[in-house]
């Protein structure tokens, strides 16, 4: 029986990722998911980025994620602000990106805007005069994907966690919009104390329409539930 590829092989030699604090490598959480992960999280580099878009194109047959597709996959992934990868045994497994996001912006606007609503709200229910956080120390997880073949062995968990450190050493909040198709990927969020606090819509296709830097005013949409990163 032919068995999935477990992984892109990347043209760069494995790195690890260092932080301020410390390298974010180890086995614990893939021991706890029942794998065994020898595995390091660093920043994606150019060279990765062939590896990343195979990868891509694999995780869309296997499960639909981008909904938008992948024939501009490479452009997409050149979009974003910062990104890392998980590597296993040499090869690329994983990936996720932050992107910032801009005050007045339409990228990311289905999902920032609740955000600042429900903090506007809270505000002022508290009689606070002050403004919104506004967008400044907001930041979006995006394009967390990984390899079918390495499911279970912790990666997604340790790439959230390398974007949390780095935007908690940024005083960033993290956004992400999960699509409610994609139950494993909310249950994550979850599980890693992620804090729910919209339902919005995502739209693709024609025209100008609002998620991840993709169009969509008159083409397709899907409901998505809004989450915050852990307050730090």
Request: net charge neutral; glycine share 14%; aromatic share 6%.
């Amino acid at each position: 029986m032919a068995t999935k590829k477990m992984g892109i092989r990347s043209g760069n030699t494995p790195a690890r990722y260092v932080s301020p604090e410390q390298p974010y490598s180890d086995t614990g959480i893939g021991a706890q998911a029942g794998g065994i992960l020898n595995r390091c999280i660093r920043p994606r580099t150019a060279g990765d980025l062939p590896a990343c878009v195979e990868m891509m194109g694999v995780v869309y047959r296997d499960s639909g994620y981008p909904v938008h597709g992948v024939d501009n996959a490479l452009e997409d992934l050149l979009g974003d602000d910062e990104a890392w990868v998980a590597e296993h045994e040499g090869a690329v497994i994983g990936h996720v990106a932050m992107n910032k996001t801009a005050a007045g912006g339409e990228r990311y606007a289905n999902v920032t805007a609740p955000w600042l609503e429900k903090q506007q709200q809270q505000q002022q229910q508290q009689q606070q005069q002050q403004q919104s956080d506004g967008t400044d120390g907001l930041a979006v997880l995006a394009r967390l994907f990984v390899h079918p073949g390495a499911r279970g062995l912790g990666a997604a968990t340790a790439l959230v966690r390398a974007v949390e450190a780095e935007a908690r050493r940024r005083r960033l909040r993290l956004l992400i919009l999960a699509l409610v198709k994609d139950q494993p990927a909310i249950r994550l969020y979850r599980r890693l104390g992620w804090v729910h606090y919209a339902t919005t819509v995502h739209r693709w296709g024609e025209g100008e329409g609002e998620g991840e830097g993709e169009g969509g005013g008159g083409g397709k949409e899907i409901a998505g539930e809004c989450f915050a990163s852990p307050p730090w």
